[in-house]
């Protein structure tokens, strides 16, 4: 929990760092005045490096935080990996799958909107209000629940890249076949995380607000940590009897 923490601090740190670095308009590319036009290449130009930027530092951080949880969890330590797959490695593959998931949402959300989203065009060029609100109800009834389908379908794929060394494709694939039959315990699983992280949040900002600074990074760690565990217990049920808990297992924690 301290190691992750302080992961969380120093790639909260390191992005700070990165956007403080970044050249105001890299490439020489100037933005059309705000009002003037409602989207530009120019804006995807100056905002895709950074994010991809950004999601490798995540990839990387990630890599390392999943590695302590599973040690921790299976030995009890925050010892070393066992195998040979390097950090490096492991990371690339790790944005590669953050990558192809980001894709494959928003390619769905883009095709399951797409009537929608026409239709609501079809009332704002018409100037017809209702139109155009009849277009906004489909829009959401059709991209909500295929973005909440797919999201949870590619849930576990990051863990899946780290603890079992699989490439970005097998990934999606084995994330995929493990969520079949099981989305709603995951979405349960998924709720329950994000109550405990907003009841952290909040409980720092009662804290004169400064405490959300500890309080958030402390709650997304356990919540990681948790997702970790989870996955663990899951998928490599058999390995259990090995793990270092806190009871012998049949016994009664009471």
């Known amino acids: 929990l301290v190691a992750d923490f302080l992961l969380k601090e120093l790639e909260i740190a390191a992005i700070s760092e990165l956007i403080d670095r970044l050249p105001v308009m890299p490439y020489g590319v100037t933005l059309p005045p705000i009002g003037q036009a409602s989207f530009s290449p120019a804006y995807l130009v100056w905002i895709a490096p950074i994010l991809l930027l950004l999601a490798a ?3 990387l951080a990630d890599v390392i935080a999943f590695r302590v949880h599973r040690a921790v969890i299976s030995r009890g330590h925050p010892s070393s990996n066992r195998d040979g797959t390097g950090v490096k490695s492991l990371a690339l593959q790790l944005l590669a799958y953050y990558v192809l998931s980001f894709g494959a949402i928003v390619g769905s959300v883009v095709v399951a909107g797409a009537v929608g989203a026409a239709i609501v065009m079809s009332g704002v060029n018409s100037a017809s209000p209702g139109v155009a609100l009849f277009g906004m109800t489909v829009f959401a009834v059709s991209v909500i629940p295929v973005s909440i389908y797919v999201s949870f379908g590619l849930y576990l794929g990051s863990r899946i890249v780290v603890f079992e060394q699989a490439t970005a494709v097998e990934a999606l694939e084995r994330s995929w076949s493990l969520a ?11 709720l329950i995380l994000s109550l405990f992280v907003v009841a952290g949040g909040v409980a720092g900002l009662a804290v004169c607000g400064v405490g959300i600074l500890i309080s958030l990074p402390v709650v997304c760690a356990v919540s990681s940590a948790s997702l970790s565990e989870a996955f663990m217990l899951a998928v490599e049920w058999e390995t259990a009897a090995d793990w270092l808990l806190p009871i012998e297992l049949g016994e009664s924690p009471l």
């Open 180 to 190: 079949k039959g099981n989305r709603w315990p995951l979405i349960v699983f998924r």
């Open 57 to 59: 530092v995540r990839a």
